[in-house]
């Protein structure tokens, strides 16, 4: 499975972006994607996620009523719709892949990764 995130840049406070994740190869096997971020100088943390079959959805509290997770199931890709962006949403983004094991929330239950896409704003 390959993941290819994009959709980053540079915004001010207030601002919105729309996050994208296109997957490829070997997919059968994916059952929920995600997004994390890394700020500099912290660790990696859980942002959403969605399973494929029936879009269940997974929000952290910290992004909740600003952040929307979905999916188009025929192309294989995941978005995530952020609005309201604060000068703390300032990290990489990145999308994985996990299969029917393990916690949605945790990253480590997930396999596949994308490359990241970062994310900048401006306070």
């Known amino acids: 499975v390959q993941l290819q995130a994009s959709g980053g840049g540079l915004v001010p406070a207030g601002g919105s972006l729309r996050l994208s994740c296109a997957t490829s190869g070997r997919t059968f096997g994916s059952a929920v994607m995600g997004w994390f971020r890394q700020a500099p100088g912290k660790e990696r943390e859980f942002v959403a996620a969605?399973?494929?079959?029936?879009?269940?959805?997974y929000v952290d509290d910290s992004v909740k009523g600003r952040f929307t997770i979905s999916r188009d199931n025929p192309k294989n890709a995941v978005y995530l719709q952020m609005n309201t962006l604060k000068p703390e949403d300032t990290a990489l983004y990145y999308c994985?892949?996990?299969?029917?094991?393990?916690?949605?929330?945790?990253?480590?239950?997930?396999?596949?990764w994308g490359q990241g896409t970062q994310v900048t704003v401006s306070s």
């Open positions: 969605i399973t494929w079959a029936g879009g269940s959805m």
């Open positions: 994985a892949s996990k299969g029917t094991s393990g916690s949605a929330y945790d990253e480590n239950s997930y396999v596949y």
